[in-house]
């Protein structure tokens, strides 16, 4: 979380509160997470939707 936060420029707070589930994340918090972490917006909605 304290790296994604350095590199977001967000509290590491924020992640944390999406991590326990306490905070959802709307299409576009979605795509930037994607981006962050290096992930294919397209494959997560993939996997996503095979659940």
Do not use: T
Not at 16 to 28: N, T, V
């Amino acid at each position: 979380m304290r790296d994604l936060a350095a590199i977001s420029g967000k509290p590491h707070s924020y992640f944390g509160k999406i991590e326990q589930g306490m905070r959802g994340l709307d299409i576009l918090e979605f795509l930037e997470l994607c981006q962050w972490l290096g992930i294919d917006y397209r494959s997560s909605i993939n996997q996503i939707h095979k659940l």
